[in-house]
């Protein structure tokens, strides 16, 4: 598992990176911007203005897919407008960081970091 430094220092090269997240177009993540009540870029200023090194969940941690877009995800957990939300996101090579996960959580959280 990695240390709190390591997560800070993602956190902290993510958010500097802020103009080139994206948010994947996956129905589910659609539908949970519906429910929250926000658009993405909404969204995106909750997570940039709150996101904590205690909030990780997992990470880094390779693309399973058939053929992997080169890149480590992190998943952690926030609070948006007052649900629990799953995040999940891909630090791709190319600067962008894409939201692959942005919806209220399907299932108990265990943040390993938080008391």
């Not at 996956?26 to 995106?44: E, S």
């Not at 990780?56 to 007052?82: C, M, S, T, V």
Request: glycine share 6%; with cysteine.
């Amino acid at each position: 598992m990695v240390n709190r430094t390591e997560i800070i220092g993602i956190i902290d090269s993510v958010i500097l990176r802020r103009d080139f997240w994206t948010l994947s177009g996956r129905q589910k993540n659609i539908q949970a911007l519906q429910k929250l009540g926000l658009d993405a870029q909404a969204a995106f200023d909750e997570i940039y203005d709150n996101l904590s090194w205690k909030d990780y969940i997992a990470g880094p941690l390779k693309d399973n897919h058939p053929q992997p877009i080169p890149g480590d995800i992190w998943i952690f957990g926030l609070r948006i407008e007052n649900i629990e939300c799953y995040l999940k996101f891909q630090d791709r090579q190319s600067k962008r960081i894409t939201l692959i996960s942005l919806h209220p959580a399907e299932f108990p959280l265990y943040y390993p970091f938080k008391p």
